[in-house]
């Protein structure tokens, strides 16, 4: 008798990671920006975000780099939590340990980078940890290179990484390697090898001038 091809095995809603929807993002923008009182020039104003670009981001249009998020955050006074979906709470004098279960960490998609969100469940935290894939391949993926304030640690899971600066400044890692650095300098990411690389990032905002844990 002939053999029965093995049925190919499709995988169940939890073995899907949480994706981020850009549509419910942007009406969270839109909603910080006319809570306060804010019109789209003058947030662009504010945040030095192109009028055009946070239209789109509203419409749930485009997806913004982590820089675009962290300009809008400052200008609306957000973290980037409450940007991606979770309430403000009151910190505890003693920080409850944040757990993020691998596979489970909300997934943001852009064209460049898909960030996994970690610790997503705790706001106002200083430091914002992500486990993200690198798909640049090129300097030329980008439009500009991504600056943003405070400072950037980089550490490489998997792959080859290539982190080229504004300042002429490049750095090539393996896994294993890591790299300290200031964010207000320009820089990109981009993958060498066949496979998109994966990288442990963790950013902290330097800005004294940014309310901590504000919405």
Partial sequence: MP????PVPVPSPSDTPPQIDHKAVGARVRKARKARGLTLM???????IAVSTISKTERGDIALTYDKFAALAHALRLDLDAIFGRPKRARASVM????TADGEQMIYDTPNY???????????????????HVRARELSDFPDYIRHAGEEFVFLLAGALELRFEDGGVFTLKPGDSLYFDSS??????????EEAEVLVCC??????RPQGAI
């Fill in 204 to 209: 902290v905002d330097t800005d004294d001038e």
């Fill in 185 to 194: 300098v320009g820089h990109v990411y981009i993958s060498l090898g066949d």
């Fill in 3 to 6: 053999k029965t091809a093995a």
């Fill in 42 to 48: 003058q947030l662009s104003e504010q945040s030095g």
């Fill in 96 to 99: 409850t340990p944040s757990f």
């Fill in 114 to 132: 898909e960030y996994g969100m970690l610790a997503n469940d705790l706001t106002g935290k200083r430091m914002v940890p992500m486990r993200a």
